[in-house]
């Protein structure tokens, strides 16, 4: 029984390494940032799950207030508690060195639940920063996020449904919003986002070579196969809610990302310049799925990029 127990455990390491290492990029120690104050293991929902906290810094310079940016960690949504290895001394470190009070959440992984949970559970996140603003030093008025690799799928997609409560397409239905927590009187709308290597086109993943695996992460996330149900996969892409009103968005991708693609990133600007909406799009020559991306030149970009979504508001 020890035996069989014992390996069960060793399986269990290998598949969240494999998650963290191979999909979410490699994620470094907290040991570059620089803050005044971290608020740890805050619970968002209010329940006892260690899936629904999230930690809050706040910059070193002390103010009354900061405006806030959300960080979502890339896990291919297999995992349920990497807040802690949210590319912290990189994308965290940048925007605490900007002024920013930056927020890294938890939420479930597709084996606690299936999509849409992890939507409403960064919903409820959202809803939280608003309705305890004053209790943690967080600026309301301007509440942007960001993600890297499934994180990034998250960012955008809570940019792209900004104002939808419901994701519809025929016969499927998903609810976007969900009721999570004490804050269902704010908004989960967002002010800007920033996607790092982000799938964004769930029905069309297999665009690079080596790409095709037995079951996806998608399928896994969905729980059925996309030759069932497409129009769920569909439901689960950023491009298919892309329009005009679209608060301003920046996409980075990576030329040879082999995790997701980088036609991923061609797709979502083309979608975004055709529905005229305000974007910024990133090609990052010879950047990887968490490699060679973080650049002082491209933190300096996305860090503009919220100055100026900020000052245009």
């Known amino acids: 029984m020890k035996k069989i127990f014992l390996l069960s ?23 570059k940032m ?18 629904h906290t999230l930690d809050i810094y706040l910059p070193k310079v ?36 900007a002024g920013y009070a930056v927020v890294t959440p938890n939420h479930r992984s597709s084996n606690d639940a299936k999509y849409p949970a992890q939507i409403n559970d960064i919903r409820a996140v959202i809803r939280f920063v608003r309705g305890e603003a004053a209790n943690y030093n967080l600026d309301p ?22 104002g939808l409560k419901n994701g519809i397409l025929n016969e499927e239905n ?12 704010q908004s989960s709308d967002v002010d800007a986002a920033c996607s790092w290597s982000g799938p964004i086109d769930l029905q069309n993943m297999d ?7 037995p079951t996806s992460p998608e399928e896994v996330l969905i729980g059925v196969p996309m030759s069932e149900k497409p129009d769920k996969y569909a439901l689960l892409s950023p491009i298919h809610y892309v329009d005009a009103n ?43 799925h968490g490699f060679n991306m973080y650049s ?4 300096k970009k996305m860090v503009d990029f919220f100055n100026q979504a900020r000052k245009n508001k």
């Open 9 to 31: 455990a060793m399986l269990f390491s290998a598949a969240t390494m494999f998650a963290q290492i191979n999909f979410g990029g490699v994620q470094a120690n907290d040991n």
């Open 34 to 51: 620089e803050y005044s104050q971290k608020f740890a293991d805050v619970n968002y929902v209010g329940d006892d799950q260690a899936y």
């Open 62 to 97: 002390e103010k009354a207030s900061y405006p806030v940016v959300i960080h979502i960690y890339g896990s291919a949504w297999f995992s349920n508690n990497s807040k802690n290895m949210a590319d912290l001394n990189t994308i965290c470190a940048a925007l605490l060195e």
């Open 141 to 162: 008025n301007f509440v942007g996020i960001s993600g890297f690799s499934s994180g990034g799928h998250l960012a955008s997609l809570a940019l792209t449904t900004h």
């Open 174 to 185: 998903y609810d976007l919003e969900g009721n999570l927590g004490a804050h269902t009187d």
């Open 207 to 213: 665009c690079g070579e080596g790409m095709k695996m």
């Open 246 to 288: 679209d608060p301003p968005i920046m996409v980075f991708h990576g030329t040879v990302d082999n995790v997701v693609p980088y036609c991923q990133g061609e797709r979502f600007a083309k979608a975004l310049k055709d529905a005229g909406a305000n974007y910024q799009f990133n090609r990052v020559e010879g950047g990887g």
């Open 296 to 299: 002082e030149e491209n933190l």
